[in-house]
């Protein structure tokens, strides 16, 4: 069976989000969205991405209550800069954050946190150098923004996946 569904859980919520992406359950999105996630599961089978140890879930737990959280407040304080539009000393800008973690699996959660976040965006990650660069939408000191990327989001992707 692994050859049919080498990715069974992936297959399954494909085929879900399929489903209710279309507000159907027609035979015909059924069989055509089981036909996608089956595809799906092979596509991502030849990529054969390295499975993930996860070493903490306790700080998995953690890290997902804090994301939460800042993805709440984020979105309350883009609504004001959207409302109040543009006070003064409210800047969009870039900024690159030096990185100590190497994971992939760890990297990959942090583009996703990043990029979830309202106001914030992954720009680019330079492998060679183990920087971040970011783009913010209010941006008043970057070292806030590195001490909140390193601090609360890295230390805990490093003790989760490395």
Known sequence: ????????????????????????????HIVLGSVIAILASWV????????????RPGAALRLAGIVLFDIL??????????????????????????????????????????????GTIWLDYDAAKGTLMLHVLDLVDETVWIETIKGRYERLLMEIFE
């Open 44 to 55: 991502m089978a030849a990529l054969r991405p390295e499975k993930p140890r996860i070493r």
């Open 73 to 118: 407040r984020s979105n309350i304080a883009v609504g004001r800069i959207i409302v109040r539009s543009r006070e003064p000393g409210m800047n969009a800008g870039f900024l690159t954050i030096p990185l100590d973690m190497r994971s992939h699996q760890g990297l990959a959660v942090l583009s996703l946190i990043i990029t979830s976040t309202p």
């Open 1 to 28: 069976m692994n050859w049919l569904l080498p990715y069974p859980l992936l297959s399954a919520a494909l085929l879900a989000l399929w489903l209710l992406l279309n507000q159907s359950i027609s035979p015909g």
